[in-house]
């Protein structure tokens, strides 16, 4: 069980662009989702904490309008990077909690973006 | 911010010797820390996780230390074996907010 699905696993698309990215709890409703970047061999920086049914909560430095973030559902929240440039390139994974006061989190498998 | 650090980004071990790869982390509020390994091109996968109260825990082949004195904590892998070889991180939960903060990351280097 706990299983999240990404969607897609990799994406390329040219510079001014918007790609959306999807994140999914399959086997459970998650009343939290969180988005996180990769650069390579780098580590794990949180973007954005995701809501369901409310508006995401943003890390500093992170821009909201750029990345965009629609939590709908109880299993469903989307990351959306609008005009995108090559400089935001990277390995996006999205991470779900499942239930109220837990604390694991379950990472779907990352999403590869390029920008060219 | 507060943060969770690593310092060495490369551990190389011979397969069947133990692994320790260690962590410290600067928030004295953290209540959970967990383990995760990420294999290239991958999303974390969880291993195990420690809770403040508690200053070891044991799963299988992997033990979790946790020294709340000096901050540290460390992931001791027995018996390692080539498939172990993967990129770990530790994580904190910050009391209460449910959002992990991840260190800078060890890899796992296992040589036959």
């Known amino acids: 069980g706990a299983v999240v699905s990404q969607h897609p696993s990799w994406v390329i698309c040219k510079s001014g662009t918007s790609v959306k990215i999807e994140c999914r709890s399959l086997?459970?409703?998650?009343?939290?989702m969180f988005w996180y970047r990769q650069f390579p061999k780098q580590s794990l920086m949180l973007m954005a904490t995701s809501n369901e049914g409310s508006k995401a909560t943003y890390e500093q430095g992170v821009e909201k309008d750029k990345f965009l973030i629609n939590h709908a559902s109880l299993t469903l929240s989307t990351l959306t990077v609008t005009s995108a440039h090559p400089e935001d390139s990277s390995f996006y994974i999205c991470?779900?909690?499942?239930?109220?006061?837990?604390?694991?989190?379950?990472f779907g498998q990352g999403t590869r973006l390029t920008v060219v | 911010g507060e943060s969770v650090g690593l310092h060495l980004p490369t551990l190389s071990v011979q397969e069947g010797d133990n692994s320790i790869i260690n962590c410290a982390y600067s928030?004295?509020?953290?209540?959970?820390f967990i383990w995760y390994k990420q294999e290239s091109g991958k999303g974390p996968q969880f291993i195990i996780d420690i809770r403040s109260n508690m200053d070891k825990r044991q799963g299988q082949r992997v033990t979790v230390l946790l020294n709340k004195t000096v901050k540290h904590l460390s992931l001791q892998i027995a018996a390692t074996q080539p498939g172990d070889s993967a990129v770990y991180f530790c994580a904190e939960n910050s009391g209460g907010y449910n959002k992990l903060i991840f260190g800078a990351g060890t890899r796992l280097a296992v040589h036959p």
């Open positions: 928030n004295s509020a953290s209540d959970y």
């Open positions: 991470s779900a909690v499942r239930g109220r006061g837990q604390v694991q989190a379950f």
């Open positions: 086997d459970f409703q998650a009343t939290t």
